[in-house]
């Protein structure tokens, strides 16, 4: 009879898992011993399980399908907790075995004692102890089928001890995802139609939901004559080839998607929990759809919330909907795009003085390959990802959009370069978030990983500088003296690069892109370059005056000229 962890490991082979990302321990000595034993499983050793975390829901955001991770005891599962946070929060499946210390000592303050069933509870859909042989495998089946239908994260703790127990059955579980079909009543559709056809100019708003249902929500789009904004999560599924498409709103987005939807009497969200109230228009009628009754009315008072998945719920309230004639709604919000489009088309050119980060993101987006997987850090590059990459059908763009935390790109790259050794995968990092987990680079040469990393290297942590300009704040803490990272990509094995000139940034670029292996560039960019958010309310002006009288009290007043001058062309 095989071991419980022997049945674990032939379980997630038979379900098609290929690679468990984690680092061993002795209280996990019979999982990857059972690993080292079976060949259809590879075991991704990394330099910290925050980072196994990052790259099992990097892979399984890439496919869809479950990633594993593991953690030994105590301080080792404790490492897994941000990943399993940033995967709980983007709703992708993973399985994490967490270890535990020797069952009689559970209790007494043994060594590396902790309560791992309490500390994953708020970041799983599923976190449960096996207490003896008899719940295997019935309890990893749970775990797995839990993580798959709610697309979160599964939990299983595990005692070294009772890994190395002999199993009470030999059942080796398959588990497959169910493709139901939900759709509101049809009382529900027929209400919502009378909304949207009583008023004049509607928009929508769409989000992560509209995955593979983008030809039903143009149609939509067309029958209403509205613009579509996108949300963060949506830029990947709704932007390219749209002909409403508008732009995205919110913090990172751009005054085009803010102004459709703060001048429409309807707005129609489709699959977003997008949580910025104050982007919502004050006086609009508000329909949410969402597979997610949970989601509804969240974020803003509703007219009708709807329980359904986007395709089918758009394709069965289509012929509900009387064409709208007067297209003036859709008409002046697409001018305005495109004029909006215009602008920060103008700020990609690059100019004398520092490399501006946009012109860096748009060499990005040209040299990159058609299917291409982007993944920006939190902070400013996702900001600059947002407005100007192209993401066109197939390319993907990955990141802790939700959980919103400092590197998590690099470890998300991992998890999505492991899938597909042969598709580019592109990591545009800041130097905050990469030198917070350095030891990613060493992961990426052990594995023969060929990600390529674009370090956004402004020597700060520029994006909480502009929140503390907005709050009025003389930016303080947030300056960074980096290594040469280049220097240190060579180092540890890697293709590596250091740019400050605007004349030597394509070449380090392409020679990084078309390096059979993993490959960093790091380019110095403006520090003062700011990110405009589409709404500036008064709080922020105040705010931002305050910051440049202080700091000029504060004798600092050289940097206000240098942030005049980075900003010319937005403010001129």
């Known amino acids: 009879m095989a071991t419980i962890a022997e049945n674990i490991v032939q379980t997630l082979a038979a379900n098609g898992i290929q690679r468990i990302w984690g680092v061993p321990g002795d209280s996990l000595n019979a999982v990857t011993d059972a690993v080292r034993r079976q060949k259809d499983i590879e075991w991704m050793l990394t330099r910290h399980e925050e980072e196994a975390a990052f790259a099992a829901a990097g892979e399984a955001a890439l496919t869809g399908e479950l990633a594993v991770c593991a953690g030994s005891c105590g301080p080792g599962n404790m490492h897994l907790i941000n990943g399993l946070y940033d995967a709980h929060r983007s709703r992708v499946p993973v399985l994490a075995i967490a270890a535990h210390i020797p069952t009689e000592e559970i209790g007494s303050q043994y060594f590396q004692e902790t309560r791992p069933t309490e500390l994953f509870r708020d970041c799983a859909v599923f976190c449960e102890m096996v207490l003896s042989p008899e719940q295997m495998p019935r309890l990893l089946e749970i775990a ?23 199993a009470v059955s030999d059942r080796v579980p398959e588990v497959r995802r169910s493709t139901p079909v939900t759709v509101p009543s049809p009382a529900e559709l027929q209400e919502a139609a009378d909304t949207l056809n009583s008023c004049g100019n509607v928009t929508i708003l769409a989000g992560g939901g509209v995955e593979g249902a983008r030809e039903e929500v143009l149609a ?31 913090l990172l987005g751009f005054a085009s998607g803010y102004r459709a939807m703060e001048s429409c009497d309807a707005l129609l969200m489709l699959g977003t929990d997008f949580p910025y109230q104050q982007f919502y228009p004050e006086k609009a009628k508000i329909l949410q759809i969402d597979i997610r009754g949970e989601q509804l009315g969240r974020r803003a008072p509703l007219t009708q919330g709807m329980v359904g998945g986007v395709r089918e719920t758009a394709a069965a309230l289509l012929p509900l909907l009387e064409r709208k004639q007067d297209r003036t709604h859709l008409e002046k919000s697409l001018d305005h795009y495109r004029r ?37 850090d939190v902070g400013t590059p996702v900001i600059w990802a947002s407005r100007h990459l192209h993401i066109g059908p197939r390319r993907r763009l990955i990141g802790s959009f939700w959980h919103g935390t400092m590197a998590a790109a690099t470890p998300l790259g991992l998890g999505a370069q492991a899938v597909d050794r042969k598709r580019q995968v592109v990591v545009l990092a800041g130097d905050g978030g990469l030198a917070m987990m350095l030891g990613e680079l060493l992961t990426a040469v052990q594995h023969k990983l060929p990600l390529k990393i674009v370090v956004f290297n402004n020597a700060a942590l520029s994006f909480v500088e502009v929140e503390m300009k907005a709050a009025g704040i003389v930016n303080f803490g947030t300056g960074l003296e980096n290594p040469d990272f280049g220097a240190v990509a060579q180092a540890v094995g890697m293709h590596g690069e250091s740019v400050s000139r605007p004349e030597d940034l394509e070449g380090a670029l392409r020679r990084a892109f078309a390096h059979d292996g993993p490959a960093l560039v790091s380019v110095a960019v403006d520090r003062q370059e700011l990110s405009m958010p589409p709404k500036i309310d008064a709080k922020q002006a105040t705010g931002f005056a305050l910051y440049a009288l202080r700091t000029v009290i504060a004798g600092n007043g050289r940097e206000l000229i240098d942030l005049a001058k980075a900003n010319a062309r937005q403010l001129l």
Do not use: C, Y
């Open 144 to 166: 797995m089928r839990t993580a798959i239908e709610k697309q979160g994260v599964a939990v299983l703790v595990l005692t070294g001890d009772t890994a190395s127990q002999d």
């Open 220 to 250: 939509l789009a067309d029958a209403l004559g509205a613009p579509i904004v996108h949300a963060l999560r949506g830029k990947e599924f709704i932007e390219w080839d749209n002909p409403f498409d508008v732009g995205m709103t919110g």
């Open 340 to 376: 909006t489009r215009a602008q920060l088309d103008d700020l990609e050119k690059q100019g004398p003085g520092p490399i501006h980060p946009q012109h860096l993101t748009h060499l990005i987006d040209e040299l990159a390959d058609e299917d291409a997987v982007f993944l920006p």
